[in-house]
């Protein structure tokens, strides 16, 4: 079965830089999202397509793609970073996300 | 800019039909590339795509999850549902709609999600 597994956790001091990895066979043959999803809130999209960023999404957010492994970059963290992280991408027939990665910004 | 708004019970008995609407606004559902999806996440865990919607009907649904879920489209309300039946305490979560920017096919599909709901709490419990 597809799966995407990324760190449980990561903790990253203000202004240092957050790296997030997704890992998955599948991701050799497909685009990568990633998602924010801040306690009690809605997750929203924060790359989309390995590396495009929507419209009001800081430019500290970015993202990059090899082989199996896709990656989140925060460069200058900020406190209001702090949230949950998700990858998502599709194969083998289905869409799945990552197993989470909890952002602390100490 | 879209926006979108789920509703329905907040608490469903085991073994029966848990039946969600999602309201879609500031946009019609009748968008050429735009699928329309949902999504859930049990209490404390991760998330799950559910399955996904076009407005002419075609259903693409996650494999993994047990037969019993249904999507559908509402074009004359800007509308989509989920139907899940005979459900049981695994099915308790927060459920998502989202717009799915993308394709689907026979063999897949693919895309992003955009545009979330602010989710609704379900509770299976007696």
Excluded at chain 1, 31 to 43: E, R
Excluded at chain 2, 6 to 25: H, Q, R
Excluded at chain 2, 58 to 65: D, E, I
Excluded at chain 2, 97 to 114: E, M
Aim: charge should be neutral; proline fraction near 5%.
């Amino acid at each position: 079965s597809f799966e995407l597994t990324q760190p449980p956790s990561l903790s990253v001091s203000p202004g240092q830089t957050a790296i997030i990895t997704c890992s998955g066979d599948e991701l050799r043959h497909t685009y990568t999202s990633w998602f924010q999803q801040k306690p009690g809130q809605s997750p929203v999209l924060v790359i989309y397509e390995d590396t495009s960023r929507p419209s009001g999404i800081p430019e500290r957010f970015s993202g990059s793609h090899s082989g199996t492994t896709a990656t989140l970059t925060i460069s200058g963290t900020q406190a209001m970073d702090e949230a949950d992280y998700y990858c998502q991408a599709w194969g083998s027939g289905t869409g799945v996300f990552g197993t989470g990665t909890k952002i602390t910004v100490l | 800019q879209v926006q979108l708004q789920e509703s329905g019970p907040g608490l469903v008995k085991p073994s029966e039909t848990l039946s969600l609407n999602c309201t879609v606004s500031g946009g019609s559902i009748i968008s050429r590339g735009d699928h329309w999806a949902w999504i859930r996440q049990p209490p404390g865990k991760g998330l799950q795509w559910i399955g996904s919607i076009y407005h002419r009907g075609n259903t693409y649904h996650n494999p993994s999850l047990k037969s019993g879920v249904t999507i559908s489209v509402d074009t004359s309300k800007n509308q989509f549902s989920l139907r899940l039946t005979s459900v049981t305490a695994a099915d308790t979560a927060v459920y998502y709609c989202a717009r799915h920017r993308g394709t689907c096919s026979s063999v897949g599909c693919q895309g992003y999600f955009d545009s979330w709901g602010q989710g609704t709490l379900v509770t299976v419990s007696s």
